[in-house]
């Protein structure tokens, strides 16, 4: 009866709630959600998994929800990538397929959707990009953007999420013809293309940011870090990124969204690369680095940042990494905390929701220069693979993915 209760609440809240842009790591795509009124300490059990949804489909990326709609990607018959939408307790509203998965190495589908005025963006493993009705799934326009734009593809293949502007969907391509390519929003036809930087493309998803007027896309490729201008897809400042990666292996491999604040950017990414900041001048036209810390580099976990500290893990080898603290404005490194192995990193209501990525642990943690201060912690049951998808939450309730099934906690106190 309990269950049947807590399923009609969360229904009810869900769909009064709902948000303008539902997207990978939150609204912002900082890692930060906007919930408020969650339990400031767990059960020693952790909290009430108060559903499980199983078969969506082998997938790292993460789950959104979208005006009182679950919506999750995840491999179809292990050749095709689909999205699925299923409604607050649970139950399959419908599913479609919208590309072919990734064939090579981690084929699990990575994009995360991206939904707004009732649509949804996607791109799949095999570099489609689309548009779905999010209210049926039917497709709204696809376009073949990896062959069309003869795009470059680095070892691991796509893990992007659609970024959109104003009137586009934006999708990183790498290769000889452009880096980054926009279609407008709802009718699927080329705005732009930029000119080719050259290079792969890198795994990071952009963002958008806005500086004085100015509104520009901050993109990767596998050499460097760039800022596009989102109205015409002028290249505005470029930086090479290949003379800080002198580790042994990873070279090109940038994984991370880029984080914004304040003028200032910080990008990271894993394999012995060193986190950067840049000061971004007044008008947005070119970037200083400001700093870089070789102790916080994050694989592909993100990052947050609260009261002036950042809080990620660091690369240590594929399989290890330790929890890492720094501070914003100098760089330099806060504390470093070995607790089973890195992993993915959220921030809601005034708490880190920490998720490794070996054995499915989760701690709850209070944002501290001083030390890492686990409140609480539990342990996800079920699925299969490593715990990449990182968490969510929404309404009171935290979302985590473990593979082929989906577990929804109430965190609301």
Not at 73 to 102: E, F, R
Not at 133 to 140: E, F
Not at 235 to 248: D, E, H, K, S, Y
Request: net charge neutral.
């Amino acid at each position: 009866m309990r269950l049947i209760i807590s399923c009609v609440l969360f229904f009810l809240l869900g769909r009064v709630s709902g948000q303008e842009t539902a997207q990978f790591r939150g609204p912002s795509r900082d890692g930060i959600y906007p919930e408020k009124g969650l339990l400031k300490k767990w059960p020693v059990s952790g909290p009430k998994c108060i559903i499980q949804i199983s078969g969506i489909g082998k997938g790292y990326s993460q789950p959104v929800v979208y005006k009182g709609i679950i919506y999750v990607t995840g491999i179809k018959q292990d050749t095709l990538d689909m999205v699925s939408a299923y409604d607050l307790t649970g139950k399959l509203l419908w599913n479609q397929v919208y590309g072919p998965a990734w064939a090579n190495s981690f084929t699990d589908t990575r994009s995360t959707p991206t939904i707004q005025n009732d649509k949804i963006y996607l791109v799949s493993g095999m570099g489609i990009v689309c548009c779905l009705d999010a209210n049926d799934g039917k497709i709204v326009w696809s376009q073949d953007a990896q062959n069309q734009f003869k795009g470059e593809y680095h070892r691991w293949g796509i893990a992007e999420s659609v970024l959109l502007t104003d009137e586009a969907a934006i999708y990183v391509t790498g290769g000889v013809e452009t880096s980054v390519v926009a279609f407008d929003k709802n009718k699927g036809n080329l705005l732009w293309k930029t000119k080719s930087l050259g290079g792969a493309r890198a795994y990071a998803s952009s963002i958008l940011i806005e500086r004085n007027g100015l509104k520009l896309i901050l993109a990767q490729t596998g050499n460097d870090f760039f800022a596009v201008n989102a109205m015409n897809g002028d290249i505005v400042w470029r930086f090479n990124l290949l003379p800080f990666q002198t580790g042994a292996m990873g070279k090109g491999v940038n994984t991370n969204m880029p984080l914004y604040h304040d003028g200032e950017i910080l990008i990271t990414s894993g394999y012995d690369h060193p986190a950067m900041l840049f000061s971004l001048s007044e008008d947005g036209r070119s970037v200083n680095l400001k700093w870089k810390n070789d102790t916080m580099d994050t694989h592909h976990g993100g990052v947050v940042l609260i009261d002036g500290n950042l809080y990620g893990t660091n690369w240590i080898t594929n399989p290890k990494g330790e929890w890492v603290s720094l501070n914003w404005k100098t760089g330099k490194t806060n504390w470093v905390k070995d607790w089973f192995t890195k992993g993915s990193i959220i921030s809601a209501d005034g708490l880190l929701y920490c998720y490794e990525e070996k054995g499915g642990n989760v701690a709850l943690v209070q944002p501290d220069a001083s030390d890492f201060k686990i409140i609480s912690t539990f342990k996800v049951e079920g699925g299969e693979g490593p715990y990449w998808a990182h968490p969510a939450i929404y309404n009171g309730m935290l979302y985590l993915r473990h593979g082929n099934i989906l577990l929804i906690y109430n965190i609301k106190a």
